[in-house]
């Protein structure tokens, strides 16, 4: 079965400095590889997403992930964190077949100091 | 809509109510789902529908979570007689058919005291 898991529960960054949320996953195939952000009281956004080819991805607001099959790892990062980047944070994989539902992690809540 | 809504926003039940927790995906989307999120907890696949059909409940927990489409748009998921086990943010996602390419709502949160 699939499954994710994201080690770390809880990560503090100040601004300005690198980030690297990790994830490893579990799945019998090519995965298609999300991550998510959910700020409080929000449903998620998508940040970025690994479906095949060049496996550096980049996403939205500065957010890359790069897949390695080696280590079935899918880690996030992003050079320069931003107060506004604070918030939990999902990797998920994603099922093929019809109904394209997503196995997430336990998230990763990132909070940023000044 | 402009976006995936949910209703309510927040739900107090009392042990043994029943509650419905409405979907509003965006216009057109042929494909939604719900997943369960419990405190501390990633999301939690529940059920799938492809316009009125549903294709997929294989996550729904309990014989008590009942979830419809019957017009191919708005959706239910109604949960009978709550346990406190069922507190959790429900959230609702739909989709143009593109793979993944999910619009989530901001969820329903429901409390059973």
């Known amino acids: 079965a699939q499954s994710v898991t994201q080690p770390d529960i809880h990560i503090t960054v100040s601004e300005g400095a690198s980030l690297e949320l990790r994830c490893n996953y579990s799945y019998g195939a090519t995965p298609y590889l999300f991550w998510y952000v959910q700020s409080p009281g929000q449903g998620l956004q998508l940040l970025l997403k690994y479906f095949s080819g060049d496996t550096l991805v980049q996403g939205i607001k500065g957010f890359e992930a790069e897949f390695k099959r080696s280590q079935s790892s899918f880690n996030l990062r992003k050079p320069s964190v931003h107060w506004s980047d604070a918030a939990e944070y999902f990797c998920a994989v994603g099922h093929t077949g019809t109904a394209s539902k997503l196995t997430f992690g336990t998230g990763t809540r990132l909070q940023v100091t000044l | ?76 998921l109604k949960i009978q007689r709550t346990q406190q086990e069922d507190s959790a943010v429900y959230l609702c996602a739909s989709s143009s058919g593109q793979l993944y390419g999910y619009t989530f709502g901001s969820g329903t949160r429901l409390t059973v005291v």
Do not use: M
């Open chain 2, 1 to 76: 809509g402009a976006g995936v809504s949910q209703s309510p926003r927040y739900k107090v039940a009392k042990r043994g109510q029943d509650v419905a927790l409405r979907c509003d995906p965006i216009s057109g989307h042929v494909s939604l789902f719900w997943y369960q999120q419990a405190l501390g907890q990633g999301p939690e696949f529940l059920t799938y529908f492809q316009n009125e059909a549903q294709l997929d409940k294989s996550g729904l927990p309990s014989d008590r979570f009942f979830a419809e489409r019957p017009e191919g748009s708005v959706s239910t």
